[in-house]
């Protein structure tokens, strides 16, 4: 490709002459394309930079000898290659040792302004035709699915205004992937499962429990899951044991407690923890709510409490950062809420006193969105990206998929780049 060339549209187009030749000579020039590759040829500096610092020197020591040591002996070996082209990306894979799995695998891709991207992902294409291979190095040709399952996302819907109208993952600008789920969309199914839902439950029930455990004189203290009975029996308890004191703490409390009207029903399950040179374990009192239908069950009441809170929020708009894009999602109900059901003060009074009971916090980056809702991305350099909504959906919105630990080299990119320019400020000012 010539190099004064700044805009991309198609890897196969571009390569096209390269890969209708065979063998060796097809792979040098495709990695002398790729070792060509300046800084205008990508989207922004950082880009270039991530290209240059990881990407570049690898290229430059493809099918070199390197020495490891099995068992006392020193035996040589030669670095892999895997290069994998297709529409619009390009998967390099550099395996250092083959025993250890010691592999990096990058993607340069086109991006929406016919620049490259570089990313370091965690997964290198399955489904992929072999083109020619040599010294070390193979020469693939693959589908953009293949790659985009990879980046974890379906459909690539980067335009100003998309319209969502199948469930999906779609790309929509830059790194930013909007998720549409089917199902219903509906705020209290979502709560009825959550695991928050039924911590708040079980601490409740936790508590009316502890407080008749102490009200027949015992000593207790509180876990997060548990009511704890310190050093309150004998090592080597056995589990028939542990069913009988479990049967007999039901008969001594009831499985049945009414507080402020409503009955808790329960089930209760021990289990022992013993402490290193303790003669006696800790037991320690599961509580399983029982939930009936019966408009006095106080597990049955709290849930209507909940629904209840649901029933009152209303449609907001939510305005949040990702990467550098700017993202507001307009006209929705957000399945990240904070609810305080109303108990009876009895109960309430109570359940503080013994678990420091709280307002139920249920953090979900999702939202539930339909024909009203927009969701409106801001990037200096993309624009203004517009998503509507043909139906309800279940909705949440990420990254593409990148290796782990990405960011983390990403982040020395852009320190040493402000240090460096403060040492330059520095020096100026001396």
């Known amino acids: 490709m010539n190099q004064k060339q700044k805009f991309f549209t198609n890897f196969l187009n571009i390569l096209s002459n390269i890969l209708d030749t065979s063998g060796q000579d097809s792979i040098r020039k495709v990695i002398e394309f790729l070792r060509n590759l300046n800084k205008d040829d990508f989207t922004n500096d950082l880009h270039y930079e991530y290209y240059r610092r990881y990407v570049g020197p690898k290229l430059s020591v493809i099918n070199k000898e390197y020495v490891v040591k099995v068992f006392g002996r020193s035996i040589k070996k030669r670095t892999s290659t895997r290069i994998y082209i297709s529409d619009h990306y390009i998967v390099i894979t550099f395996i250092v040792d083959a025993k250890n799995m010691t ?39 693959v589908q953009d699915e293949e790659i985009q399952r990879i980046l974890q996302f379906e459909y690539n819907a980067v335009q100003e205004d998309i319209v969502v109208d199948t469930e999906g993952a779609y790309r929509v600008q830059g790194e930013v992937v909007i998720e549409a789920m089917n199902g219903p969309c509906d705020l209290h199914s979502e709560v009825d499962y959550s695991p928050e839902v039924k911590e708040y439950i079980d601490s409740i029930y936790r508590s009316i429990v502890a407080a008749n455990l102490q009200v027949k004189g015992f000593s207790i203290e509180m876990r997060r899951w548990y009511i704890v009975l310190p050093l309150a029996v004998k090592r080597g308890v056995g589990d028939d044991d542990k069913v009988r004191m479990a049967k007999a703490i039901e008969l001594a409390i009831g499985n049945q407690i009414t507080v402020g009207g409503l009955k808790f029903r329960y089930n209760i399950y021990i289990s022992t923890v013993c402490r290193y040179g303790e003669t006696y374990c800790d037991l320690l009192i599961r509580v399983d709510p029982e939930c009936v239908n019966d408009e006095h069950d106080a597990c049955m009441y709290i849930y209507n409490q909940i629904h209840s809170a649901i029933n009152e929020l209303k449609v907001s708009t939510f305005r949040h950062v990702l990467g550098n894009h700017v993202i507001e999602v307009r006209n929705v109900y957000s399945n990240s809420m904070i609810i305080e059901p109303q108990l009876p003060d009895e109960i309430r009074e109570l359940a503080e006193m013994i678990a420091q009971l709280r307002a139920i916090e249920i953090h979900r980056d999702r939202y539930c969105v339909d024909k009203d809702s927009e969701i409106v991305i801001s990037h200096n350099e993309h624009g203004i990206t517009r998503v509507r909504f043909n139906k309800p959906f279940l909705v949440n919105i990420r990254t593409t998929a990148v290796g782990p630990d990405y960011p983390f080299e990403i982040n020395r990119i852009l320190l040493s780049k402000l240090l460096k320019q403060f040492i330059s400020k520095e020096k100026k000012e001396t």
């Open 103 to 141: 592999k990096y695998v990058f993607v340069v891709g086109i991006n929406d302004d016919g620049k490259l991207f570089v990313n370091k992902i965690f997964l290198e294409p399955v489904d992929a035709d072999i083109v020619s291979q040599e010294n070390g190095c193979e020469l693939y040709i």
